[in-house]
């Protein structure tokens, strides 16, 4: 049971943790405040300390509904309230009386640690003695402290002296640990607390080490010395061990500047008279301090947003068809090397028409260019100073002020932010973040004859780009992919519209800004090949020309000097492993600097090939192409690739059997596509694809990387081989197409449910697939394609439901269960209320498969339940949902 007043969704063992921790701070400073005091009773500071750490113990205990230790504490502080005020001398008779009453306490406090609840006793006697002191009557001996009666073996730590002020410790008593884990007791957690400037200044020194690592690994590259290569090897992963270990001092959880959220939606409720639910997830997401108090204001500014421009009345709600109480969800999750922050409502979304109009007033587009944007890009505009939609000004808004800083503050960090809106459904923001500002991921790149450190946090993909704007090589997909080499016919081009350069990038013109050309640097003499940075910065896409590209390296962030603040596409400046300082690109600073944006007709195009977010299986796919084993092609779809890693030889490991390499604070094993592969010696590299989903990574190991590129995926099926569902002419030539969920399933992990055995289906009806994870889409997809359905793939329920309103047919729909928004039992039950699709067959496809599970799918309306990633079980499941279909 949760004690009174308890906050809402915190569990009482938290609470207790929490408590038992500054409990324990208090009592060992008091011991040493207490005897400090009866060596000097007129010691008012000291007196008014120990006052405090008494009622702060006997606050927080009635917070928490402990009676017993609430009566020990108030009755102690009543005496040292009177010693206080001067109406009774300190004497040591007293202070030894309050030294008692702090050993009661420490024994019910070991008791309540040990058992999870406050032991039984009798304090009667102690209580009446301070009373009677406290009235200035004589004081009857006070019993001593008993053990507690759940833990007979647990004593009460002994009096230790104060720690230093700055570096205040709690530690738990001397309780057994049997007695405490005797299902119910409450550990203290074992923390020390350290001042803010130490923390700033190791970062400092581990920045420094940094450096210094990366110069000594530089001269060892130039020197190809084997005397140092085992050495320097071991002091770079001490460094990377120190530097995770520094960083995950400076981290805190999100729900830190989430804390004042809960009042501010209350006080709002009141103030508008609405009815607002906050829902907030992901609040033990970590990230950097520093990011973290530099959000804090953007996020209360957008949350106040929300309430007042997003969510209805509830007369109004009720109106559209709506609950009466509006709801916001704040939403927080790592991805890679950055933090994902949504903001959305379900309100009455952005006003997109009053939106063009405002813009045309404001003089921020001509009638003839707003006509050819992009409703995503009208939307945008409500990033633009003085910009506000709100028809009449109050205290909460409506004076144009707001949006444009928090975009502001958000870039400032080297963050994005994006919106989505559909009017009369709610609006949603995601913002993405570094996790810190201190060290980041940067690819090293040259323009003009100058090096430049290009974040990786904004990095789509790299193309390689031949003299003449001729054939690029591999692009690699992923928020921070990285390139190899290679190159085929046929691919992206750069050409001029109007004199304005261009990338022809598979269903898209993605405009271009030669960074050689934007800092006034010379022209570079004319060269075989260039390369193109495609960027992604909040909606709008565009590539960076580059000369040359050299590596991807950890840097420290030094900020910009003065002289240089005006140039607002440099966001600071790093010292290489070579001892050259370089500027560090700003992303959002360049697209700012050269006015590009992304292409509409593009866009267009692109969801046009792409239905409601989702993909299709006959439309044309991005592939990687790459050598393992023989020289036969084979690829994988793009999608699923989350990076491209060069791993020195040295650093694969094993682990029994299996090759391992660390990767990001954590093994992640390494499958080797080729039958006979031999770890490489020396200064040998391995070219390793990632995939990664939540928390898990994988690693599969091929000889060379081929290409990247975009070719309708018609797989005939193939002859039973394990890891292969078939082939497909890619380019001309014959290509294997990986089954990657089993080489997934290689990696040990639990990406998926045992797989059962089955006959695939020969007929090709038309699926729907319904999975928020674009993960699983892309891994679904071509694999039903294989098995000869065609599928089309959407992000959530509310699309599927669009699709239906459309008038599409499908034969089944294939749906994911847990799903934000909507999830696939409520999915079920709309499809199964009524309309064109009510009686399709519907199969879950959930990682929850449980009897209780599966029960309440089918009550919900799903014809079948699979576990999911079981590709047999749901091919069999297709083929008899379909048969049977076909039979009624």
Same mark, same amino acid.
């Given at each position: 049971?949760?004690?009174?007043?308890?906050?809402?969704g915190?569990?009482?063992?938290?609470?207790?943790?929490?408590?038992?921790?500054?409990?324990?701070?208090?009592?060992?400073?008091?011991?040493?405040?207490?005897?400090?005091?009866e060596?000097?009773p007129?010691?008012?500071?000291?007196?008014?300390?120990?006052?405090?750490?008494? +009622?702060?113990?006997?606050?927080?205990?009635?917070?928490?509904?402990?009676?017993?230790?609430?009566?020990?504490?108030?009755?102690a502080e009543?005496v040292?309230g009177?010693?206080?005020?001067?109406?009774?001398?300190?004497?040591?008779?007293?202070i030894?009386?309050?030294?008692?009453?702090?050993d009661?306490?420490?024994?019910?406090?070991?008791?309540?640690?040990a058992?999870?609840?406050?032991?039984?006793?009798?304090?009667?006697?102690?209580?009446? %003695?301070?009373?009677?002191?406290?009235?200035?009557?004589?004081t009857?001996?006070a019993?001593?402290?008993?053990?507690?009666?759940?833990?007979?073996?647990?004593?009460?730590?002994?009096? %230790?002296?104060?720690?230093?002020?700055?570096?205040?410790?709690?530690?738990a008593?001397?309780?057994?640990a049997?007695?405490?884990? %005797?299902t119910g007791?409450?550990?203290?957690?074992?923390?020390?607390r350290?001042?803010?400037?130490?923390?700033?200044?190791?970062?400092?020194?581990?920045?420094?080490?940094?450096?210094?690592?990366?110069?000594?690994?530089?001269?060892?590259? =130039?020197?190809?010395?084997?005397?140092?290569?085992?050495?320097?090897?071991?002091?770079?992963?001490?460094?990377?061990?120190?530097?995770?270990?520094?960083?995950?001092?400076?981290m805190?959880?999100i729900?830190?500047?989430?804390?004042k959220?809960?009042?501010?939606?209350?006080?709002?409720?009141?103030?508008?008279?609405?009815?607002?639910?906050?829902?907030?997830?992901?609040?033990?997401?970590?990230?950097d301090?520093?990011?973290l108090?530099?959000?804090?204001d953007?996020?209360?500014?957008?949350v106040?947003?929300?309430?007042?421009?997003?969510?209805?009345?509830?007369?109004?709600?009720?109106?559209?068809?709506?609950?009466?109480?509006?709801?916001?969800l704040?939403?927080?999750?790592?991805?890679?090397?950055?933090?994902?922050?949504?903001?959305?409502?379900?309100?009455?979304?952005?006003?997109?028409?009053?939106?063009?109009?405002?813009?045309?007033a404001?003089g921020?587009?001509?009638?003839?260019?707003?006509?050819?944007?992009?409703?995503?890009?009208?939307?945008?505009?409500?990033?633009a100073?003085?910009?506000?939609?709100?028809?009449?000004v109050?205290?909460?808004?409506?004076? =144009?002020?707001?949006?444009?800083?928090v975009?502001?503050?958000?870039?400032? *960090?080297?963050g994005?932010?994006?919106?989505?809106?559909?009017?009369?459904?709610?609006?949603?923001?995601t *913002?993405?973040?570094?996790?810190?500002?201190?060290?980041?991921?940067?690819?090293?790149?040259e323009?003009?004859?100058?090096?430049?450190?290009?974040?990786?946090i904004?990095?789509?993909?790299?193309?390689?780009?031949? %003299?003449?704007?001729?054939?690029?090589?591999?692009?690699?997909?992923?928020a921070?992919?990285?390139?190899?080499?290679?190159g085929?016919?046929?691919?992206?081009?750069i050409?001029?519209?109007?004199?304005?350069?261009?990338?022809?990038?598979?269903?898209?013109?993605?405009?271009?800004?030669?960074?050689?050309?934007?800092?006034?640097?010379?022209?570079?003499? $004319?060269?075989?090949e260039?390369?193109v940075?495609?960027?992604?910065?909040?909606g709008?896409?565009?590539?960076?020309?580059l000369?040359r590209?050299?590596?991807?390296?950890?840097?420290?962030?030094?900020?910009v000097a003065?002289?240089?603040r005006?140039?607002?596409?440099f966001?600071g400046?790093?010292i290489?492993?070579?001892?050259?300082?370089?500027?560090?690109?700003?992303?959002n600073?360049?697209?700012?600097?050269a006015?590009?944006?992304?292409?509409?007709?593009g866009?267009?195009?692109?969801?046009?090939?792409?239905?409601?977010?989702?993909?299709?299986s006959?439309?044309?796919?991005?592939?990687?192409?790459?050598?393992?084993g023989?020289?036969?092609?084979?690829?994988?779809?793009?999608?699923?690739?989350?990076?491209?890693?060069? *791993?020195?030889a040295?650093?694969? @490991?094993?682990?029994?059997?299996?090759?391992?390499?660390?990767?990001?604070?954590?093994?992640?094993?390494?499958?080797?596509?080729?039958?006979?592969?031999?770890?490489?010696?020396?200064a040998a590299?391995?070219?390793?694809?990632?995939?990664?989903?939540?928390?898990?990574?994988?690693?599969?190991?091929?000889? #060379?990387?081929?290409?990247?590129?975009? #070719?309708?995926?018609?797989?005939?099926?193939?002859?039973?081989?394990?890891?292969?569902?078939?082939?497909?002419?890619?380019?001309?030539?014959?290509?294997?197409?990986?089954?990657?969920?089993?080489w997934?399933?290689?990696?040990? #992990?639990?990406?998926?449910?045992?797989?059962?055995?089955?006959?695939?289906?020969?007929?090709r009806?038309?699926?729907?697939?319904? @999975?928020?994870?674009?993960?699983? $889409? +892309?891994l679904?997809?071509?694999?039903?394609?294989?098995?000869?359905?065609?599928?089309?793939?959407?992000?959530?329920?509310?699309?599927?439901?669009?699709?239906?309103?459309?008038?599409?047919?499908?034969?089944?729909?294939?749906?994911?269960?847990?799903?934000?928004?909507?999830?696939?039992?409520?999915?079920?039950?709309?499809?199964?209320?009524?309309?064109?699709?009510?009686?399709?067959?519907?199969?879950?496809?959930?990682?929850?498969?449980?009897?209780?599970?599966?029960?309440?799918g089918?009550?919900?309306?799903?014809?079948?339940?699979?576990?999911?990633?079981?590709?047999?079980?749901?091919?069999?499941?297709?083929?008899?949902?379909l048969?049977?279909?076909v039979?009624?």
């Amino acid at each position: 049971m949760l004690p009174r007043h308890a906050p809402a969704g915190m569990a009482m063992d938290d609470l207790l943790a929490d408590f038992l921790t500054e409990t324990h701070e208090g009592l060992t400073a008091l011991d040493s405040a207490l005897l400090r005091l009866e060596r000097t009773p007129d010691d008012q500071p000291t007196l008014s300390e120990v006052f405090r750490l008494v +009622h702060t113990i006997k606050g927080t205990c009635g917070f928490l509904g402990l009676a017993r230790l609430e009566a020990v504490a108030h009755a102690a502080e009543n005496v040292l309230g009177r010693y206080r005020d001067g109406s009774l001398p300190v004497t040591p008779a007293g202070i030894s009386l309050i030294l008692s009453s702090l050993d009661r306490i420490k024994a019910i406090v070991a008791g309540l640690e040990a058992a999870g609840a406050e032991p039984a006793g009798d304090d009667a006697p102690l209580i009446e %003695a301070l009373n009677a002191a406290a009235e200035g009557r004589s004081t009857p001996a006070a019993a001593p402290a008993a053990a507690p009666a759940a833990a007979p073996q647990a004593e009460a730590p002994a009096p %230790a002296a104060a720690p230093p002020a700055e570096a205040p410790v709690a530690a738990a008593p001397d309780v057994p640990a049997a007695a405490a884990e %005797a299902t119910g007791g409450i550990a203290a957690p074992l923390t020390i607390r350290v001042a803010v400037d130490v923390l700033e200044d190791l970062m400092t020194l581990v920045s420094e080490l940094v450096l210094t690592r990366n110069q000594l690994l530089q001269l060892a590259r =130039g020197h190809h010395s084997d005397a140092f290569a085992v050495p320097l090897q071991r002091l770079s992963h001490i460094t990377s061990d120190l530097q995770e270990g520094v960083m995950k001092t400076r981290m805190q959880p999100i729900g830190n500047a989430w804390s004042k959220l809960p009042r501010l939606v209350r006080d709002l409720s009141i103030e508008l008279g609405k009815k607002i639910e906050l829902d907030m997830r992901g609040a033990q997401t970590e990230l950097d301090r520093q990011v973290l108090e530099l959000i804090r204001d953007p996020l209360t500014h957008m949350v106040r947003n929300s309430g007042d421009h997003g969510l209805e009345t509830p007369e109004q709600r009720r109106a559209a068809g709506k609950p009466e109480t509006g709801r916001i969800l704040l939403n927080a999750y790592h991805e890679g090397g950055h933090i994902i922050i949504e903001v959305g409502d379900d309100g009455r979304g952005l006003p997109v028409e009053r939106i063009r109009a405002k813009a045309l007033a404001n003089g921020l587009a001509t009638e003839a260019e707003l006509a050819q944007m992009h409703e995503r890009e009208v939307l945008r505009f409500i990033f633009a100073p003085g910009f506000s939609t709100a028809q009449q000004v109050t205290s909460v808004s409506g004076r =144009g002020v707001g949006m444009d800083v928090v975009k502001t503050n958000i870039e400032k *960090i080297g963050g994005t932010v994006e919106l989505s809106s559909k009017e009369g459904r709610g609006t949603t923001f995601t *913002i993405k973040i570094p996790l810190t500002l201190a060290i980041v991921s940067a690819l090293i790149v040259e323009a003009g004859g100058e090096r430049f450190a290009l974040p990786q946090i904004g990095v789509v993909e790299l193309v390689r780009v031949a %003299a003449g704007g001729a054939n690029p090589g591999v692009s690699a997909g992923g928020a921070n992919a990285t390139a190899g080499a290679g190159g085929q016919d046929g691919g992206p081009r750069i050409e001029r519209i109007k004199d304005a350069p261009v990338l022809r990038l598979r269903d898209r013109l993605l405009p271009l800004v030669s960074l050689a050309g934007l800092l006034r640097l010379p022209a570079p003499e $004319r060269q075989a090949e260039g390369f193109v940075a495609v960027m992604q910065v909040g909606g709008q896409a565009f590539g960076i020309i580059l000369d040359r590209v050299f590596d991807t390296e950890e840097i420290v962030v030094k900020p910009v000097a003065p002289i240089l603040r005006h140039v607002t596409m440099f966001s600071g400046n790093t010292i290489l492993g070579d001892g050259s300082v370089i500027m560090i690109l700003d992303p959002n600073g360049i697209g700012r600097a050269a006015g590009v944006g992304a292409d509409a007709a593009g866009e267009d195009a692109r969801r046009t090939a792409t239905t409601a977010g989702g993909m299709r299986s006959d439309a044309s796919a991005s592939l990687l192409l790459f050598r393992a084993g023989d020289e036969t092609p084979k690829a994988v779809p793009l999608g699923l690739v989350a990076r491209l890693e060069d *791993i020195p030889a040295d650093r694969i @490991e094993m682990s029994g059997a299996t090759p391992v390499v660390q990767y990001r604070g954590a093994l992640m094993p390494l499958i080797p596509v080729s039958p006979g592969w031999m770890r490489p010696d020396g200064a040998a590299r391995q070219a390793v694809l990632v995939f990664t989903e939540n928390d898990r990574a994988m690693g599969l190991m091929v000889d #060379e990387i081929l290409d990247v590129i975009d #070719e309708r995926l018609d797989i005939q099926p193939g002859s039973g081989r394990a890891g292969f569902i078939g082939s497909a002419v890619i380019s001309g030539r014959v290509t294997e197409v990986l089954d990657t969920a089993w080489w997934l399933a290689q990696g040990g #992990e639990d990406w998926f449910r045992t797989a059962r055995s089955a006959a695939a289906g020969k007929s090709r009806p038309r699926l729907l697939m319904v @999975e928020d994870s674009a993960f699983f $889409r +892309h891994l679904v997809v071509p694999a039903l394609s294989a098995a000869g359905y065609e599928v089309m793939a959407v992000d959530g329920p509310a699309a599927a439901l669009r699709l239906r309103e459309e008038g599409h047919v499908f034969d089944a729909v294939v749906s994911d269960i847990e799903m934000p928004d909507m999830d696939g039992i409520a999915f079920a039950k709309a499809v199964r209320a009524g309309g064109a699709w009510e009686a399709m067959p519907l199969i879950a496809l959930s990682s929850r498969a449980e009897p209780a599970d599966v029960a309440r799918g089918r009550e919900a309306g799903f014809t079948d339940y699979v576990a999911k990633y079981d590709r047999e079980a749901l091919l069999q499941s297709l083929q008899d949902c379909l048969s049977a279909s076909v039979a009624a």
